[in-house]
DNA sequence: CTTACGATTGAGACCGGACTCACATCGGGG
DNA sequence: CCCCGATGTGAGTCCGGTCTCAATCGTAAG
């Protein structure tokens, strides 16, 4: 019946005025709900708009409305769960105020990342969530944030940027797993990370990532407390594929001095080093202790179930998402700004060190 | 120096024509690489819109053009790895190509799912990549298809649509896999699903999905073959969270006759399944062997490692990007059509079953 | 019965680009 | 020296909506 008319091109309001034999303004008025029209036109119009089966083309209503009702999420790594989950929040918090996202992969590039946003402020995008990958080159961040465009950063912060920021703060919960780590005997802890960096770890360094860095501070400062002095042969950045990573595990597994306890950056690294240390015939936590960030569900199914950092991901992505449309609608940014701490799970990956080399 | 003019409006066309002193036409031949310029006249123009930092509205654009440079992604649920990885295919294929990826998220709900359509129509993206929430409901996806808009499935096909769908042959490696149980000497296997259906399952009744359907004729084929009869009892669907996950399994597990294998949907649900067995103080595979669909990398770190069936998801990803960009360009779809198979790799967690009753 | 004011309505401008068309301009061939 | 095609250029239209503005209509007030 009402399914003919498939020719080419779509139907606009000057045909649905058309066949309601009224003007485009008073078709116009009747299907986008504003402005002032009788009720018999508004239902002529809108019989006629059923009929031909209109749809409103949202690209012309974004040009003069100057909304386009969609937000750009920049993030290093949606197959990265910590992502996903995030993502997930952004997106349900976004439907429901009605905004659709923009997703943009940047495989953690800097260059990458300046490009999305490009593209994305072309597409004239309400706002822009974004997970930078550095923290240091954020010019284009800043640009974005300086030309008024809602801009909420998410699990990193970009250098000194004031832009609203959701992330936790790692420096904390980084110091109090340090500490229980030294409090079990652990000496000898590595950390492992994807981060790249032009030149192998050292203290001091500046670091591209401000999660990283102050993870570190927070380990060093545990370290400081305690009086022990800080592994930093054991800080090993730029792990790379599974393959690299399984190296690196090996490497601070069997060196003269080895390590007593990992403790993995993220998720997707801690699969590799637990398999490496699985490969090696070690046991956990028997012979290392392993600690890494995010909860993942899978965490709790191996053995011994791994100890872990969780963050409120999914609640940082809800929060940002939140930000960003307060800012979109011109509100002020909530007070006080919503804090995110991560805790400690203990679950079965922390052994205690009886002496200092208990290993062979 | 050339970061002033924060004003209000964007800088458009005219603005840079006016700086470099030619008209709107011949500024916008040179900004958008088209018609006949003089050299000296591009230059000038180049120059005004770099000074200007002139950045080109894509929606404009996109209005005349009737090309957004986007495509649109419709799946159930990003948290789940499965489509994070699919996710990630499609977005690394369509950047490749200069599209950008609109995501909507539809937790597996059909009018969430039409409403999602709907939207992206509206926003004019250049085609749609759908995950179909219902293999029955899909007349909202037959119209799109109809209306000759590039459309791909991606996973799970849509009732008896022609539309290209980029998704695995379930029935094969079902069948596979229930013979490989059958062989170890289980008869009574449960198949646990989030499907969501009206009434429990009964044999031969009409399933929403077209996976899950195809998975079950490969199982009962499977029996036939064995002169088995078929546990429909322990065919289980609408496990929606957690909690109803492990009631399920301890169901099938304590019940007079209960599973002696345990087939799982996917990863998600997995989860949920071996928590439950792991608190019934059950071993794998010494009390319950295990399978899952979909292999993620954690599979290889439980003890023991999981038999689990792989799916070419990213590839799957990929290709839907491709054939949807093929369909854009108005190229004929690729032939033969890509296909995608399962694989049953076999890990650690499906034993043998000696005799029919071993547990007491 | 005239006037005023609010509700309706249509014409047309406008958003920011792409593109058509008519009008130069210029150089080479006849 | 004139004609013709190729190249440059500007004016103006169009895409599909929103929105301003002036005109029209109805009717209650004076």
Chains 1, 2 share one sequence.
Do not use: C
């Amino acid at each position: 019946m009402s399914s003919n008319g498939s020719r080419r091109r779509d139907i606009t309001v000057a045909d649905v005025a058309k066949a309601a034999q009224v003007s485009k303004a008073q078709a116009a008025r009747a299907l986008g709900n504003y402005g002032a029209v009788s009720e018999e036109v508004r239902e002529r119009v809108l019989a006629a708009a059923e009929e031909l089966s209109y749809r409103p083309n949202e690209l012309a209503r974004s040009m003069n409305t100057g909304k386009s009702h969609t937000i750009g999420v920049v993030v290093g790594d949606i197959e990265n769960p910590h992502f996903g989950l995030a993502t997930r929040g952004i997106t349900d918090t976004a439907k429901k105020s009605g905004f659709n996202v923009i997703l943009v992969n940047t495989d953690e590039d800097t260059a990458a990342e300046v490009d999305a946003v490009r593209v994305l402020l072309d597409k004239r995008v309400d706002g822009l969530i974004v997970a930078p990958a550095s923290s240091v080159e954020t010019q284009h961040l800043q640009r974005v944030h300086e030309s008024g465009r809602p801009l909420v950063l998410l699990d990193r912060n970009a250098g000194q940027m004031e832009a609203e920021t959701m992330a936790v703060s790692m420096a904390a919960i980084s110091h109090e797993s340090t500490r229980y780590l030294l409090q079990s005997g652990h000496r000898r802890i590595a950390f492992i990370s994807t981060l790249r960096t032009e030149s192998p770890y050292r203290a001091g360094m500046l670091l591209d990532s401000s999660q990283i860095a102050e993870r570190l501070d927070g380990m060093q400062q545990a370290f400081q407390e305690q009086e022990h002095s800080f592994p930093e042969d054991l800080v090993r950045l730029n792990a790379g594929d599974a393959e690299s990573i399984r190296r690196i595990t090996r490497d601070v597994l069997l060196m003269p001095d080895p390590a007593t306890a990992i403790v993995a950056s993220d998720g997707l690294i801690a699969l590799s080093i637990v398999e490496a240390i699985q490969e090696l015939g070690l046991a956990i936590p028997a012979d290392v202790s392993f600690l890494m960030y995010d909860d993942f569900a899978w965490t709790r199914l191996t053995t011994p179930p791994l100890t872990v950092i969780a963050q409120p991901v999914y609640n940082m992505g809800v929060a940002a998402a939140k930000a960003l449309i307060r800012q979109i609608d011109g509100l002020p940014p909530l007070t006080p700004a919503p804090k995110f701490t991560a805790t400690l799970v203990r679950r079965g990956s922390v052994g205690t060190l009886r002496t200092a080399e208990t290993r062979s």
